[in-house]
């Protein structure tokens, strides 16, 4: 009987964490409700029958993209979204015999990257206040430890970590890769892009999916040390992104007004909704992201209910109960969620009162 290896039977089936897609507003996904860049869609106006029909080649879009970057193409890998890249250094360092260290709570996709290759993977419980936990995942680093992952700013804590604490993990484990995953970088501005090259097991992986809003694209980078990044390169398929993303990458980094457009309408709409949230008795946790983590405690199931009959799709974290993360959409879409998070609290005070 045909059967699979038994690191992929023992998988969970993945479901999806998205909520209903058909509701209007999408705030589950941390995806960039306000689309991407005219440019970029100009460029997919003008691509004709010919250039759809052929096999895009990736090296010109990483000599662009290791410019952007200002790395060598040798040490830019362009993936098929930021899940690619992860993906591939699952593949390249892992096996069963092997350890992924990550922060707990932590982007999904790392888990399932991980148990697809039979290795182990040890969660390191974020600190006090999800700060960046420097000291146990210095603890958890063991001679089987082979890949290790920051998310800076965290998925989906939004909270961010310190460079030197970054430095330390990737420094005390030098027989591992240690990724830095950058997915929300454009929203914080800090990065380790500069070490490429100088520190030989860091990696860098970027998105195009959330500040440049091409999510639907799937376009991501995987920057790190040539020696490994060559080596990697002979995973994926060369032909691993489509030609869209291929020919639209020029324009998506040449916009930059679209991009810091679309920051600052974020960083403000964050703000604005954490200062709502706060004023309503909601805790939210500093977030250097285009999303917020917020703590609606024993009525979140209720709360998430009442949302989607308002239309809106929210992101609940069963790994945190009683949290939902909301994705940062247009000033509009903020405050539809802060009317009907007052519409609920309303009614549910009602409710209580009424009770004899
Ligand atoms: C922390 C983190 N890494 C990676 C990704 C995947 O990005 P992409 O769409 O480029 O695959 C996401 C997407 O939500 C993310 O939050």
Redesign the pocket.
């Known amino acids: 009987m045909l059967t699979t290896r038994q690191c992929i039977r023992e998988m969970p089936e993945y479901a999806s964490p998205s909520g209903d897609p058909s509701l209007p507003v999408r705030l589950d ?2 995806e960039n409700t306000s689309g991407c860049s005219p440019r970029v869609l100009a460029r997919l106006r003008n691509l004709d029958a010919k250039k759809i029909a052929l096999y895009a080649p990736r090296e010109p879009g990483e000599k662009l993209a290791a410019d952007f970057l200002g790395l060598r193409p040798e040490e830019t890998l362009l ?8 993906d591939l250094l699952c593949r390249a360092y892992l096996d069963a015999e092997g350890e992924m260290a990550i922060v707990t709570p ?2 999904n ?2 888990e399932v990257f991980c148990q697809s290759t039979g290795a182990t993977l040890v969660g390191v419980p974020a600190a006090a206040e999800f700060r960046f936990p420097v000291e146990g995942l210095l603890k958890a680093i063991t001679p089987r430890t082979r890949l290790m992952i920051v ?1 800076n700013p ?3 804590t939004g909270v961010a970590a310190d460079r030197n604490d970054i430095l330390r993990v990737v420094e005390a484990a030098p027989d591992a890769a240690v990724l830095v ?1 950058e ?2 970088f454009d929203f914080y501005g800090q990065t380790l892009i500069d070490q490429i090259g100088r520190i030989p097991n860091l990696f860098v ?6 500040a440049y809003g091409l ?1 639907g694209m ?3 980078i995987l920057a790190g040390a040539q020696e490994q990044i060559s080596e990697i390169r002979r995973i994926p398929s060369p032909f691993n992104l489509n030609v869209f993303a291929l020919e639209c990458l020029s324009e998506a980094l040449a916009d930059r007004e679209t991009v810091a457009a679309y920051v600052t309408q974020t960083r403000h709409g964050r703000e604005w909704l954490r200062q709502e949230l706060t004023a309503l008795g909601v805790k939210c946790w500093p977030s250097e ?1 285009s999303f917020l983590l917020a703590d609606f405690g024993g009525y979140c199931e209720a709360l998430l209910a009442a949302m989607a009959r308002e239309g809106i799709a929210l992101r609940p974290r069963p790994d945190l109960p009683g949290c939902i993360r909301i994705t940062i959409g247009t000033q509009q879409e903020m405050q539809r969620v802060i009317t009907a998070v007052q519409q609920f609290m309303k009614t549910r005070t009602e409710a209580r009162q009424a009770v004899p």
Do not use: Q, V
């Open positions: 996904l941390n993936t098929n979204g930021a899940d690619e890249g992860i932590a982007f996709m790392y998310t965290n998925n989906p995953d997915a929300y992986a970027r998105t195009f999916s959330k999510a799937r376009i991501g992201t």
